[in-house]
């Protein structure tokens, strides 16, 4: 047995699951889970972050220029599978971290365990550990949440930036005091809802409280609505990490985490965004319904000195699993110094 960890099994009749409490309060996915997994063979590696492990994968040349990708919610490494052979093929390193609570890595089941500065520490702590240097850093969704985070911690190490259909949310002044506080008070009067009333009510409050109070976070719905995917074995991929509700307290509370950085936030745009005076390059889709009737790309375009801007038409909100290729090849563009351009799926 591990050192101070305990197991114990959870019989599940679906698949005769068996979970695993390391500790009281932290839940490791069963390796089980992630067999046989459609397009997704990659080998795992992990680093233990404190009292927390934490999965990442590592492919292609170890010398090669590192590309950091980093998902959002309720994803995990899994979503960028059509991303990594063609960008390992261009000789690139590529790094594909789960962040805690997703993915194989470890699952707090308290929402009182996760917060946005522990996922930036954490991610940060990765990046210093493999000692990444001059890396490319893509995020998407809350993967540019944080990511543009990590990236403001650590600037020297990274040359290159891709965002695409995410946002770093900012105030500053009474704006950033009284935000989370209100967001929270909106979350609370929304209360518990359905996945279809959630739907139906279509707005990012309404989100923000059906994943919060919801235990049993529908990521099939998730997936096969915002990720245009009606494969099963596709949508298996996505819920494998989650055996459980007991695994899901690191997803349901992404999102309510979001306007808890506003003052921080605010300040990684002054001190490193507006000075930023390497490529950066703007790719969102014309058809995500998060970012929709949002000024996200706008702020990217106008407020990072010299940022590139490109269209992807045709495409949703998860873009890696759309058209993941194209997307590794426009990176590749883009950081070779080639010209770069939209396209449509």
């Keep these: 047995m591990r050192p101070l960890l305990t197991a114990f099994a959870i019989f599940v009749f679906s698949g005769f699951v ?43 040349p170890k010398d090669g220029k590192p590309i950091f990708l980093l998902h959002g919610q309720p994803t995990w490494g899994y979503l960028f599978r059509h991303m990594i052979p063609p960008l390992v093929e261009a000789g690139y390193r590529v790094i594909v971290p789960d962040m805690v609570g997703f993915g194989r890595s470890d699952k707090p089941t308290r929402k009182e365990d996760y917060s946005y500065p522990k996922h930036i520490e954490i991610m940060s702590t990765l990046v210093k550990r493999l000692d990444l240097q001059q890396a490319v ?75 919060y109070y919801d235990e049993n976070l529908a990521v099939d719905k998730i997936m096969r609505d915002l990720g245009k995917i009606s494969d099963r074995k596709i949508i298996k991929g996505y819920e494998a990490p989650f055996p459980s509700s007991r695994y899901k307290a690191g997803a349901q509370i992404f999102p309510y985490l979001i306007p808890s950085q506003l003052k921080e936030n605010a300040e990684a745009w002054e001190d490193v965004y507006e000075k930023w005076d390497k490529p950066f390059l703007v790719a969102f889709t014309d058809e995500d319904p998060v970012s929709s009737g949002t000024d996200f790309a706008e702020q990217f375009a106008t407020r990072v000195p010299g940022a590139s ?37």
């Design 18 to 60: 068996v979970a695993e409490e390391i500790r009281p309060g932290v839940m490791r996915t069963p390796d089980s889970q992630f067999e046989n997994l459609k397009g997704f063979d990659f080998s795992p590696n992990y680093l233990e972050i404190g009292e927390l492990r934490i999965h990442y994968v590592d492919e292609g």
């Design 309 to 345: 801007q490109v269209v992807i038409r045709g495409v949703g909100h998860f873009v890696q699993e759309e058209v993941g290729p194209q997307l590794s090849a426009l990176i590749d563009d883009f950081v070779a110094g080639r010209e770069v351009s939209g396209f449509s799926k």
């Design 137 to 211: 850093f893509f995020g998407q969704d809350w993967g540019g949440l944080v990511g543009l985070r990590v990236v403001a911690e650590t600037p020297d190490r990274f040359s290159h930036i891709i965002v695409s259909n995410t946002g770093l949310v900012a105030a500053k002044g009474i704006g950033a005091w009284i935000g989370y506080p209100i967001v929270k008070l909106s979350v609370w009067w929304e209360g518990a809802m359905t996945y279809e009333e959630m739907r139906a009510r279509a707005n990012f409050r309404s989100w923000i409280a059906y994943a």
